[in-house]
């Protein structure tokens, strides 16, 4: 996920679509991979679809929460100071 965020911040350079795709990475793989590691912890591997759906949808929510709503809040900022500084 950090170096597919690496590769857009470096190849993408109209600054919304850096900001959307570079968090887009760490989002999807979040939520596919954890409840994968979630059935394999509980020793539950023959849990059903729906219940690896909704820890997908469960965590896909909170990360985009989390990596939109307080990234953009230390983003910002900071290429703000960047721009200014440099």
């Known amino acids: 996920a950090a170096f597919s965020s690496y590769l857009v911040g470096r190849f993408c350079q109209k600054e919304p679509f850096r900001f959307l795709l ?3 990475f760490p989002i999807l793989l979040n939520a596919f991979i954890i409840p994968v590691v979630f059935l394999f912890l509980y020793g539950d591997t023959t ?3 729906i219940v690896y759906f909704s820890n997908v ?3 896909f ?3 985009a929460v989390w990596v939109y709503g307080l ?3 230390v983003y ?3 290429k703000r100071l960047k721009d200014t500084w440099l």
């Open 57 to 59: 949808l469960s965590i």
């Open 47 to 49: 849990a059903t679809a």
């Open 22 to 24: 570079g968090g887009l």
């Open 71 to 73: 990234g953009s809040a």
């Open 76 to 78: 910002y900022p900071l």
């Open 61 to 63: 929510l909170s990360q």
